[in-house]
């Protein structure tokens, strides 16, 4: 069964944030990885991001989660005032992942192509063409 989230990018805040909506909602963080975390070679992180969350998990109410991360500083700021949040979609299968997002990515901008994160999922990211942004992810572990 696919299962749909949302996903919210944070300006160097989001542990502080999915602290507050954990002591709303309650559980406990299914996921907390920091950049430093997958710091390598091919993934460069600085010292002023070593300690910002690259992904960080709430689950909700069973399959629902709340996901979020700290944008990188060679990224830029996210505009707190506009749309900073992303449509996160697990698919049950890589086949599956590809299907979606090669559909709703079409006449849209790919942010980053499907292809194996450094977390261990089967990772992609666009905004479709009436400007919604998506994360389509496969994740075997879950």
Known sequence: MVTISPWI???????????FYKSVFG??????????????????????D???????VLPIGGAHML???????FLGKVSENENRSKIHVHAESKEEAEKI??????????EAPMGESPWGAYFGMFRDKYGIEWVIEFNPSR
């Open 27 to 48: 559980g406990e963080f299914a996921e907390v990885i920091r950049l430093k975390d997958l710091a390598g070679p091919e993934f460069p992180v600085g010292d002023a």
């Open 9 to 19: 990018n944070f300006n160097g805040n989001a542990e502080e944030a999915f602290s």
């Open 101 to 110: 997002f090669n559909g709703l990515s079409l006449g849209g901008q790919i």
């Open 67 to 73: 996901i979020g991360n700290d944008v990188p500083e």
């Open 50 to 56: 070593a300690d910002k969350i690259m992904r960080i």
